[in-house]
């Protein structure tokens, strides 16, 4: 607790005329004096500490109740900030992969269109015959034997072990 201390103030005092005048002179000089030497005191010894009393059990409750509200709270935000950088971070790359696929497909039309081009261009240059190709013909056709097969591992197949295919020598299908 703090103290304050009054400042004597001067006031004015009327002037008169005389020999009373200057013993009012006198004592204004020397309340003057005595203002400027006034020496801070120590603090009343009229007040009375309150001793502290242990906080109610509401107090205590309601104290535990804030602090976990402000842990959670603090964590609810730090959670709110992870999840919106994670979206920005995914629509992003999202929208880059998007750019990439986007380039991949007209990449592939473009590599089609040149391939059905070149398919064209060939086959007008086969029907105009001025390359020296010729036609194929049946009796210049060469048939080859199937090598016979090597040790070759077996395919795995999916198919369950208890399923199996049923022998049938007539096509399934035409």
Do not use: C
């Amino acid at each position: 607790m703090s103290a304050a201390l009054k400042s004597y103030v001067p006031r004015p005092v009327p002037q008169g005329s005389g020999a009373a005048d200057g013993s009012a002179r006198e004592r204004r000089r020397s309340q003057r004096l005595s203002a400027s030497r006034v020496v801070p005191t120590a603090p009343s010894t009229n007040v009375r500490q309150v001793p502290l009393r242990s906080p109610s059990p509401l107090v205590k409750l309601l104290s535990q109740v804030q602090v976990v509200s402000a842990v959670m709270a603090g964590a609810l935000v730090s959670l709110a900030l992870v999840g919106y950088g994670t979206s920005v971070y995914v629509d992003r790359q999202l929208t880059q992969s998007t750019r990439r696929l986007h380039h991949l497909q007209r990449q592939s039309e473009q590599l089609t269109t040149a391939q059905e081009v070149l398919k064209n261009h060939l086959a007008q240059q086969v029907e105009a015959g001025a390359n020296g190709l010729q036609r194929p013909r049946p009796d210049h056709v060469i048939f080859l034997q199937p090598s016979p097969q090597r040790g070759q591992p077996p395919l795995p197949t999916a198919t369950p072990e208890r399923f199996i295919w049923p022998q049938v020598d007539a096509p399934l299908g035409y």
